[in-house]
Structure formats: structure tokens, C-alpha cells
């Protein structure tokens, strides 16, 4: 098949999950590349709609051992009419459990024909330099490895003729899904008076949780402590208080460590 148009659909709110996104699509290096960021509330009242001349890649960072509840609405309106489709999940170096398969289902069940799979690692969104886990990844290892699984994608479809010839890609997890994708209901971001109010740390919410005029207002119950409020703040004036992110952020911290590898399924 010859796959010169590719469309590239990612959510990351603290930005390991784009890299990750935008080397998988270096190495397919098609003709033409539509870059899709739903992060932003706005970008998902857009449904999408792909077709079988175009290469759809999903990338999503694992919340859970799931893929993002956020996302979930937005990704079953999928309309991928025969589709091949990438699926793609970035996990904090602990595990990603059933996100990959759900993922693929979710393609899957929208009509994408899912040709490739892939797990990475990125830097856990609870991470900080007193807590670091998976500091600095996804690293140069792991993007050339993303770039060599871009180039794999271009020669599986150019060996092909038809979506129809290929075979079913399996990948990890268990259905139903081992765990709850609800997130907790929690208070623990802590603001200090470095804060000028900029109002970068509302603009960059994906849930739109952050008081435009007041960065201290967060709406706990929309918020899904991807922490991209923090790790934006230009002035550093944000933190994680003493609550139960921050006793996971401790437990990541310490049973973590050793660093996880990237995994393909083709
Ligand atoms: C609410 C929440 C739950 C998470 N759950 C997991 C998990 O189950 N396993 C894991 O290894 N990482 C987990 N992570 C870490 C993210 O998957 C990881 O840091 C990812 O690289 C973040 O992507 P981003 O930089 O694009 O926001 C979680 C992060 C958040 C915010």
C-alpha cells in the first residue's frame, strides 16, 4: 500500500507523549502529516473522520493502566472507515496494563484496522526533581526507537496491497479491563506568592480546571492531575502538597526505578 498521507492524533498535557508522537511520525516520514492535538478541550469538540487511503496513528499517555477517561468519548466517535491505524501508549515507567488494548479496541470498533502497536516511556507525570521518576524519558534511545518503529510501519504497509491482508496484532492486557479508569477526587496543588497570575497554567488544562483569573481555583472535580498546570508554571510557583498524588508521587519515587523499555508489536 502506499501511505503518503498520515494523520497523527495525540493528547499530552506534559508533553512526553507528543515527542514520542512526533518521532514515531519522523520515521514514516510521509508525504503529507496532519498533526492532531486534542489536548485542549476545544480541539475534542471536533469528531475526526479517516479513510482507507490515509495512515491514522494514535498516541495517548496511560492513566491507570487505562487510556485517559477524558479521551474516551471523543475516541469512540472515531470515524475510521477501514483505516490502518497505529496504536500507541506512553506510561510513566510503572506498567501500562490494559491501556494498549483498549486502545485498540477502541480503533478497532470504530472501524480502524489496527496494523501496528507500540508501548514507550515518559517521564511520569507525577515526577519532580525531589521525586523524579523516569527523569528525562522519553531519552534519545527511546526516540530512536520510535523513528525505527516509524520506518517498520512505511515497509509492513508497502509490503501489502490491501488492509484486508493483514492479521490481527496482538497485543497485552485483558478484557475487562483490570481496573477503574475514575480518577480521584483530590486537593493537591499548592500555589505560592511567586505566582504574577499569568494565566498559562489555565490555558494549558486540558479540562479547562484552572480559574483563568484566579490560578488558586482548581475544580477538583474536573481535574485529572495530569500536572501539566505545574510543570508550565514559568515561574515554578506551583507544587504538590501533601495529599494522595503526592504519597503516590512517593511510592512511584521508590519502586520504580529500574528503567522500564520500549515494546512494538507489528
Ligand atoms: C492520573 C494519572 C495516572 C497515571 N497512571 C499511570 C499508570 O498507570 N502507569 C504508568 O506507568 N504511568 C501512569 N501515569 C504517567 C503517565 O502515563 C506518563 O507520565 C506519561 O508520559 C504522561 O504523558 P504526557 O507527558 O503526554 O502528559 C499516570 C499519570 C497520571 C496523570
Same mark, same amino acid.
Given at each position: 500500500?502506499?501511505?503518503?498521507?498520515?494523520?497523527?492524533?495525540?493528547?499530552?498535557?506534559?508533553?512526553? /507523549?507528543? /515527542?514520542?508522537?512526533?518521532?514515531?511520525? $519522523?520515521?514514516?516520514?510521509?508525504?503529507?502529516?496532519?498533526?492532531?492535538?486534542?489536548?485542549?478541550?476545544?480541539?475534542?469538540?471536533?469528531?475526526? *473522520?479517516?479513510?482507507?487511503?490515509? @495512515?491514522?496513528?494514535?498516541?495517548?499517555?496511560?492513566?491507570?493502566?487505562?487510556?485517559?477517561?477524558?479521551?474516551?468519548?471523543? *475516541?469512540?466517535?472515531?470515524?475510521?472507515?477501514?483505516?490502518?491505524?497505529?496504536?500507541?501508549?506512553?506510561?510513566?515507567?510503572?506498567?501500562?496494563?490494559?491501556?494498549?488494548?483498549?486502545?485498540?479496541?477502541?480503533? /478497532?470498533?470504530?472501524?480502524?484496522?489496527?496494523?501496528?502497536?507500540?508501548?514507550?516511556?515518559?517521564?511520569?507525570? +507525577?515526577?519532580?526533581?525531589?521525586?523524579?521518576?523516569?527523569?528525562?524519558?522519553?531519552?534519545?534511545?527511546?526516540?530512536?526507537?520510535?523513528?525505527? +518503529?516509524?520506518?517498520?510501519?512505511?515497509?509492513? *504497509?508497502? =509490503?501489502?496491497?490491501?488492509?484486508?491482508?493483514?492479521?490481527?496484532?496482538?497485543?497485552?492486557?485483558?478484557?475487562?479491563?483490570?481496573?477503574?479508569?475514575? @480518577?480521584?477526587?483530590?486537593?493537591?496543588?499548592?500555589?505560592?506568592? $511567586?505566582?504574577?497570575?499569568?494565566?498559562?497554567?489555565?490555558?494549558?488544562?486540558?479540562?479547562?480546571?484552572?480559574?483563568?483569573?484566579?490560578?488558586? *481555583?482548581?475544580? $477538583?472535580?474536573?481535574?485529572?492531575?495530569?500536572?501539566?498546570?505545574?510543570?508550565?508554571?514559568?515561574?515554578?510557583?506551583? =507544587?504538590?502538597?501533601?495529599?494522595?498524588?503526592?504519597?503516590? =508521587?512517593?511510592?512511584?519515587?521508590?519502586?520504580?526505578?529500574?528503567?522500564?523499555?520500549?515494546?512494538? +508489536?507489528?
Amino acid at each position: 500500500m502506499n501511505m503518503e498521507s498520515v494523520k497523527l492524533v495525540y493528547f499530552s498535557p506534559t508533553g512526553t /507523549t507528543k /515527542t514520542v508522537a512526533r518521532s514515531i511520525a $519522523q520515521g514514516i516520514n510521509p508525504g503529507s502529516l496532519e498533526s492532531i492535538d486534542i489536548t485542549s478541550p476545544d480541539a475534542r469538540k471536533q469528531p475526526l *473522520l479517516t479513510s482507507e487511503n490515509e @495512515l491514522l496513528v494514535v498516541v495517548v499517555p496511560v492513566y491507570m493502566g487505562r487510556v485517559p477517561a477524558l479521551l474516551t468519548e471523543w *475516541l469512540n466517535a472515531l470515524q475510521a472507515h477501514d483505516t490502518p491505524t497505529v496504536c500507541v501508549v506512553v506510561y510513566g515507567n510503572r506498567a501500562y496494563e490494559d491501556a494498549l488494548l483498549e486502545l485498540k479496541n477502541i480503533v /478497532t470498533k470504530c472501524g480502524g484496522i489496527p496494523i501496528a502497536c507500540a508501548a514507550y516511556i515518559g517521564e511520569h507525570s +507525577f515526577s519532580s526533581s525531589e521525586r523524579p521518576v523516569a527523569q528525562g524519558r522519553p531519552d534519545k534511545d527511546d526516540l530512536s526507537h520510535a523513528e525505527a +518503529f516509524g520506518r517498520k510501519i512505511r515497509e509492513k *504497509l508497502e =509490503s501489502i496491497s490491501s488492509v484486508s491482508q493483514v492479521s490481527d496484532v496482538h497485543v497485552p492486557g485483558v478484557y475487562p479491563y483490570t481496573r477503574d479508569s475514575k @480518577l480521584w477526587t483530590v486537593d493537591f496543588i499548592a500555589v505560592n506568592d $511567586q505566582c504574577t497570575q499569568c494565566g498559562l497554567c489555565a490555558e494549558v488544562c486540558p479540562t479547562s480546571a484552572v480559574d483563568s483569573q484566579n490560578s488558586s *481555583l482548581i475544580n $477538583q472535580e474536573i481535574c485529572i492531575t495530569c500536572c501539566a498546570c505545574i510543570k508550565n508554571c514559568p515561574q515554578n510557583a506551583r =507544587s504538590m502538597k501533601p495529599s494522595p498524588v503526592m504519597d503516590a =508521587s512517593i511510592r512511584l519515587n521508590t519502586l520504580f526505578k529500574e528503567p522500564k523499555q520500549p515494546e512494538c +508489536f507489528l
